[in-house]
């Protein structure tokens, strides 16, 4: 029999990576578009940046302390993709020099923070509709557990898009630029279809 720990573990891993519920995996997606494999380092560091915007609203949901509109955040998870995807192709087209992308690299760290405090919302609507009755005192373990398995989930979705960018810029010999906006594009576009669907239920 599994423990609380390992069946949290991997409810938060699976969430996050649920083709089904691709919505989460697209911001990732969308926030990697800019790096290659060897800023590997940078891209784990944004995944981390993003972990800790979403485990602050994700903790605060749970118990009690800010109030979840679901409607409301359903809707706003596109727009955090769309608005990452236009800032990629924006500030990518701006970065002439290594102090200008220094900067934006900096900037992208404020985004994922920011944004995954939307994400965090997000994730509280799924992990108390989870909770199991009767075990109310192992709540801060239920929290930690999901929140490791949402975090290696991640880090397994950030593996695969630099993998493939790999692909795509060393062997394809495809253009930085070039991948950028196919990435960049195709995020912007989904989230678009997902915003107008979800547009609906706010208004």
């Not at 519920?21 to 940078?42: N, P």
């Not at 490791?148 to 930085?176: F, H, T």
């Amino acid at each position: 029999m599994q423990s609380v720990f390992q069946t949290y573990l991997q409810l938060g891993f699976s969430h996050i990576s649920d083709l089904e519920g691709y919505d989460h995996i697209l911001f990732i997606v969308a926030l990697c578009a800019i790096y290659q494999l060897r800023e590997w380092k940078s891209v784990a560091l944004l995944a981390t940046a993003f972990t800790i915007g979403h485990s602050i609203t994700l903790a605060l949901a749970v118990l009690g302390v800010i109030p979840v509109n679901a409607a409301w955040i359903e809707f706003l998870i596109p727009v955090t993709i769309a608005l990452t995807a236009i800032y990629n192709v924006v500030a990518h087209r701006k970065a002439g020099s290594n102090r200008v992308w220094d900067r934006t690299m900096k900037v992208n760290y404020g985004f994922a923070a920011l944004f995954g405090l939307i994400h965090g919302m997000g994730f509280s609507n799924f992990l108390r509709s989870s909770l199991m009755p009767g075990q109310e005192d192992q709540l801060v373990t239920q929290l930690l557990a999901f929140n490791i398995g949402v975090e290696l989930g991640q880090l397994a979705i950030v593996a695969v898009v630099l993998a493939l960018s790999a692909v795509a810029l060393q062997l394809m010999r495809v253009r930085q630029r070039e991948w950028n906006l196919f990435i960049s594009g195709g995020a912007f576009g989904l989230a678009l279809v997902m915003a107008l669907e979800r547009v609906g239920a706010v208004l």
